[in-house]
């Protein structure tokens, strides 16, 4: 009988185990995680907050014991101290469990909280976990935030500022970054955006954090970089994230920023693997590894892993670098690296219906930036993976329809294809 060790189960290892177990009945299945919970999804924490979703909703793959049944798992509820990768041994605070046949770490990521001095731990706030949304939203009820600075002009720190001001808090977001989005949106776009949040009320400060916050006649504030003081009864924190893997020893796996894992999902030691937030995988538009932090992408990089795992031969070459949000009656996708230089491409004007941005290089698109209209994504990331893929030049009757539908000029699609295809 097969063993597999799955450690940490948020989508991912619920996806290796669900492709486990469609290849292999009867093997042994231990999953590592000490938290008590089925897998949620991390994005979802923010809707729960603003009302949107009951806390169940955030579990889209059920309850754990439901999950446990329908997979015929072990639940190891202890914590992992250690991983001897070459032995293929578990390491946890009671006991080493192994040899297994095969590893899978999909321990995640986990929220960066910097230190802010006088920031009281009862007025500081992350966004990452269920424990962390149930915290929040509870502190929101109470009804005594009048004012709050989010730090972190990020897909989360938008939402998270969205229920604030839907509460009628008075909100500022802080950045060290000079615009909006930073890692997506250029910058046209980010200061479209900008100004529709001005609009709403909410406070900006680019180029600027949080260094203190203290008391100031009676009310509490937080010191920006600049020195200006704004109202902060509570401070929210979405600066970023790490990969969960300090139990993992890069003497033994190769780690960057996260482990490194082939187009199997393999580390460099056989027969352990790595999927989701913890792993780097192929970035198809630069040809390196790299985290791709997404919802979608941890399913398939899990259902990957588990089938390899189970005897199969999937494989997943790579993604690309993309955000889709919807926030304050907007849409804002961005596809690719928005640093890459190239020829640009733009249909429509900012703030008056569809804009799309689209920059090209060596016959590829390597970024793309689309402001309200979130529908024609699909077909434009599409787009951008079979260029990259060395697929056709030329988008499809239905799809120039669809996106003409949408409010794109035709005769931008004509230049897109000629851009691509070397002909203009």
């Not at 603003?50 to 309850?63: D, H, N, R, V």
């Not at 992350?126 to 424990?131: A, C, G, K, V």
Request: proline fraction near 2%; charge should be negative.
């Amino acid at each position: 009988m097969e063993s597999y060790a799955i450690i940490g189960f948020g989508t991912a290892g619920y996806h290796a185990a669900k492709a486990i177990r469609e290849a292999d009945r009867t093997g042994r299945i231990d999953v590592y995680s000490n938290t008590g919970k089925a897998p949620y999804n991390p994005m979802l924490t923010t809707y729960y907050v603003s009302g949107k979703l009951s806390y169940e909703a955030m579990f889209p793959f059920g309850s754990l014991e439901e999950i446990k049944k329908e997979l015929d798992l072990n639940m190891i509820d202890r914590q992992v101290t250690g991983l001897k990768a070459r032995e293929h041994v578990v390491e946890t605070e009671g006991e080493d469990s192994g040899p297994y046949d095969r590893i899978l770490v999909s321990t995640g990521a986990f929220a960066i909280a910097p230190r802010v001095a006088g920031l009281k731990e009862e007025d500081c706030f992350l966004m990452r976990t269920d424990e962390d949304a149930l915290r929040l939203r509870e502190r929101l009820d109470r009804q005594d935030v009048k004012s709050a600075v989010v730090v972190g002009a990020s897909m989360v720190g938008i939402k998270v500022v969205e229920l604030l001001v839907n509460r009628g808090i008075q909100t500022v977001l802080a950045d060290l970054a000079p615009y909006m989005f930073p890692t997506a949106a250029y910058e046209n776009v980010a200061h479209e955006i900008e100004s529709r949040l001005k609009a709403r009320g909410v406070g900006l400060y680019f180029q600027n954090t949080v260094t203190e916050v203290k008391n100031a006649g009676g009310s509490q504030v937080a010191v920006m970089t600049g020195k200006d003081e704004v109202p902060a009864d509570i401070v929210v924190l979405c600066i970023g994230t790490r990969a969960n893997i300090g139990f993992v020893d890069p003497e033994e796996v190769k780690i960057g920023k996260a482990i490194v894992v082939n187009e199997q999902m393999e580390t460099s030691v056989p027969g352990v693997f790595a999927a989701g937030d913890c792993c780097e995988g192929n970035n198809l538009e630069t040809g390196k590894t790299q985290i791709i932090g997404l919802w979608a992408n941890a399913n398939y990089q899990g259902t990957v892993a588990g089938n390899h795992m189970s005897g199969g031969r999937k494989k997943f070459d790579g993604n690309i670098l993309h955000n889709i949000t919807h926030f304050m009656d907007m849409d804002f996708i961005g596809f690719g690296d928005n640093r890459a230089q190239g020829t640009v491409l733009t249909s429509g004007v900012l703030g008056k219906g569809l804009y799309i941005k689209v920059v090209c290089r060596d016959h590829e698109i390597v970024g793309v930036n689309i402001l309200d209209n979130y529908r024609i994504s699909g077909i434009i990331k599409n787009y951008m993976l079979r260029l990259l893929q060395g697929g056709g030049n030329e988008l499809t009757v239905f799809q120039k329809g669809m996106l003409i539908q949408a409010g794109m000029d035709e005769s931008f699609i004509d230049r897109l294809e000629e851009t691509v295809s070397g002909t203009n």
